[in-house]
């Protein structure tokens, strides 16, 4: 079992900036996918970012049309952690930030937090 928990959500102003971390209770190295979704009020939840790794490859990620340019995904295995940097926000960021693992068919996820952009 893999406990996840999110932080770093806050209130900003549109054009401000914010990096969301994503601490793990295990090891990260070897997990197959890590990601960030996101979800606004009344709207479905939905992926921002990801990352697959692959042994022949390495870390490949992969970002929402709406975040590209803006939004970077990393992560720093010997902290167990993956983070999402988060630049010129705008309002439409608005919405609560969950960090999942995928991995051996199992999804897991935090509990999430809150990201306000106002304008």
């Known amino acids: 079992q893999v406990q996840l928990v999110e932080s770093g959500g806050g209130l900003v102003q549109a054009g401000e900036s914010l990096r969301l971390s994503c601490a793990a209770s295990r090891s990260i190295s070897s997990v197959f996918s890590m990601g960030w979704h996101r979800q606004a009020p009344g709207k479905q939840r939905e992926l921002v970012a990801g990352i697959t790794s692959d042994i022949t490859s390495g870390d490949n990620a992969n970002y929402a049309d709406s975040v590209k340019g803006r939004f970077t995904i990393s992560k720093d295995n010997d902290k167990n952690t993956l983070y999402l940097q988060m630049n010129s926000l705008k309002p439409e960021d608005t919405a609560v930030y969950y960090c999942?693992?995928?991995?051996?068919?199992?999804?897991?996820w935090g509990q999430g937090t809150q990201v306000t952009v106002s304008s």
């Open positions: 999942n693992v995928f991995n051996r068919g199992v999804v897991y």
